[in-house]
């Protein structure tokens, strides 16, 4: 029997200032759209997410693609996840800096590939094998990004970085870490007809993170996972204590275990924060059409859409 179409989509969670709600919001329901014309006319699930994130990748409001943030040498280095529930086949790109849209190609390892990750110029070499389009790491780069790092790393200095860091520590010592500024990872995940889930996540990662440095999003079972017998699942927020939690997956398992992804992403959440410290956003769908989406952060862009309605927002108070 077929099932109902469910998708939901994520723009980042941390504190939005309402100067940019507009454009978060508008960047979600245009992914929304993307994703949701697929699965209208009974696309792939894998297919949906894979459109609603271009979008995304594509909208300079984001942390991801064009627009992201840079790194500590001022380049964009991007990481993507794309994972199919039904046959858990996934593919990831991490560390890459001239790929457009690295949910294609990520999507190209998934489908194209025995490999499941691919990094740095290797991911660059396989995309470009594959018909995925390359650019120049400046065509990523936008004035914002650019004037938004060099306004942090002279804060850095000039507070001097022990004291910067000791102004940000907290009890268990990783707060110390935490950027102090905004997420803007992007991320989908939908059910189509045939009954399937799939999960993506894309990001520019964290401002003035060390060149090389991997966040969660593209890491399976961290940022992203999908399983038909649990969940799909991406995650946002700051990536170091969601990788160690294994956040995606442990959200799934819960799921697995009779739990509604309303539940377990809230209580994921409330996890991240309890045992790191940890901030940021969940969505969380299971092959039932029952979604969550949660977050930590004063604020998370969101938005779904079932066959009854569709909803977006900034906010979402706890179930
Ligand atoms: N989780 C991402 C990372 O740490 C950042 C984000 O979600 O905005 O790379």
Sequence with gaps: MPTDPVLVVH???????????????????????????VLKRGGAALD?????????EDD???????????????????DALIMDGATLRAGGVGCVERVRNPVRAARKILSESPHVYFVGEGAERFAAEHGVELC??????????????????????AQG?????????????NDMFAPVISHDTVGAVALD?????????????????????????????CGCYADNLSAAVSTTGWGEPIMKL??????????????????????????????????????????????????????????????KKEEAGVERSAP
């Design 11 to 37: 723009g980042g969670a941390w504190a939005i200032p309402d100067d940019m709600v507009e454009s978060h919001l508008r960047g979600v329901r245009d992914a929304l759209a993307a994703g949701w014309r």
């Design 48 to 56: 949906a997410i894979e459109e609603a994130v271009v979008i995304m």
């Design 60 to 78: 300079e409001t984001f942390d991801a693609g064009r627009g992201s943030f840079l790194n500590r040498d001022g380049k964009v280095q991007m």
């Design 136 to 157: 120049k790491n400046e065509d990523l780069v936008i004035a914002r990004e650019v004037e938004r790092l060099r306004e942090y790393q002279r804060e850095t200095v």
């Design 161 to 173: 970085s022990s004291s910067a860091a000791s102004s940000r520590s907290g009890k268990d010592g």
């Design 193 to 221: 007809r045939a009954g399937n889930v799939a999960a993506a996540t894309s990001t520019g990662g964290t401002l003035n993170k060390a060149p090389g440095r991997l966040g969660d999003s593209s890491l399976i079972g």
């Design 246 to 307: 294994v956040l995606a997956k442990w959200t799934a398992d819960r799921v697995s275990a009779g739990n509604l992804p309303e539940w377990a992403a809230q209580e994921a959440m409330n996890y991240l924060k309890q045992r790191l410290n940890g901030h940021g956003g969940i969505i969380a769908l299971n092959a039932r059409g029952q979604f969550g989406i949660a977050h930590n952060t004063p604020r998370m862009a969101w938005a779904c859409k079932t066959v």
